[in-house]
């Protein structure tokens, strides 16, 4: 579950669950100030995913780091990095169906991809010393 070090202000209603992946090589800040009286900082490495709870209105701040500072570099809508929780029916325990109701149904979404006459082979280069 989401790791919540300062729990939102009891006033926010329709928290939600979100999910940010820092995709560079870079570290990353990301900061949420635009909810009074809540702070959220969290460093967050490369290649890292930081999954947490925010409401529904707040932004997401991206600050990427640099040699001895950071740049504000996105703002991101919490409500678009919103994880979509399953239903409790597909987690429904009753063994009567003989079907294992965890792996009947992926919850990890499915990334079309086109693959067509688009995709080409890849061409290794080889390196050869020289005398």
């Known amino acids: 579950m989401a790791q919540i ?16 992946i820092n995709a560079t090589s ?12 809540w ?25 990427t780091g640099m040699m001895a500072s950071a740049i ?16 409790t029916d597909e987690f429904d325990t009753d063994s009567s169906s003989g079907e294992d109701p965890i792996n009947a149904k992926s919850l990890v979404q499915q990334i079309n991809t086109k693959t067509g006459d688009s995709t080409k082979p890849l061409q290794m280069v080889s390196l050869a010393s020289v005398d």
């Open 26 to 37: 870079k570290i990353q800040v990301a900061r949420i100030s635009n909810i009074p009286n």
């Open 72 to 87: 504000l570099s996105d703002k991101i809508p919490c409500d678009r990095l919103m994880l979509e929780e399953p239903n």
């Open 39 to 63: 702070y959220f900082e969290r460093v967050v490495f490369s290649g890292q995913r930081l999954v947490f709870e925010a409401p529904r209105k707040a932004q997401l701040e991206i600050h």
């Open 5 to 20: 070090l300062d729990p939102l202000p009891p006033e926010q209603s329709g928290k939600i669950l979100c999910c940010y």
